[in-house]
């Protein structure tokens, strides 16, 4: 069982912001993405380029289970929480949403490289929130507004962390 699991959408900050909390509590960092990589020997975007979003979607919970068993930080891919074993999965961690206004979304994805947000990255990040804010409440116990400095957020991170683990 990790000690948190950071969800949200696309350019939420899930991994930069889990790679800093996991350094300030000296802690182990997975993002499911590199999980996946490892699992697949292929990378997400290059996956679902070549199988399509559903195909990436049965392989993700199982990259999901492994980063879960073997890390205490661990960053998800935006979309996991669409599949309800995924889903299953967080609901027995303590998961927390990272969200922010859409207008930082989009200038924080704007120099990756993700192919579910199209040649439109604003209209895409829209319709995904429509689609998954709903998903991630349903499985994070704390939301969190993550568009401040980090180091903010990293704080507010590691105190929830904590008081869990002390109520626990």
């Not at 927390?96 to 192919?115: A, K, Y």
Request: proline content about 3%; aromatic content about 4%.
């Amino acid at each position: 069982m990790a000690d948190v699991v950071l969800v949200g959408l696309p350019g939420s900050g899930k991994t930069t912001t889990g790679r800093a909390l996991a350094s300030t509590l000296e802690r182990a960092f997975v993002d499911a993405d590199d999980a996946f990589f490892d699992r697949e020997h292929v990378s997400v975007q290059d996956y679902l380029r070549a199988h399509g979003e559903s195909a990436f979607r049965e392989r993700e919970v199982q990259a999901l289970a492994q980063a879960l068993s073997g890390a205490s930080i661990v960053a998800t891919g935006g979309g996991v929480v669409t599949t309800l074993a995924a889903r299953q999965l967080l609901r027995h961690e303590l998961t927390v949403w990272l969200d922010c206004p859409d207008e930082i979304l989009v200038t924080r994805v704007l120099d990756g490289d993700r192919p579910l947000l199209d040649d439109d990255p604003a209209q895409r990040l829209s319709e995904l929130r429509r689609q998954r804010d709903s998903l991630y409440a349903e499985v994070s116990r704390f939301k969190v507004d993550s568009s401040g400095p980090l180091d903010q957020l990293v704080l507010q991170l590691r105190d929830i962390v904590e008081n869990a683990q002390a109520s626990s």
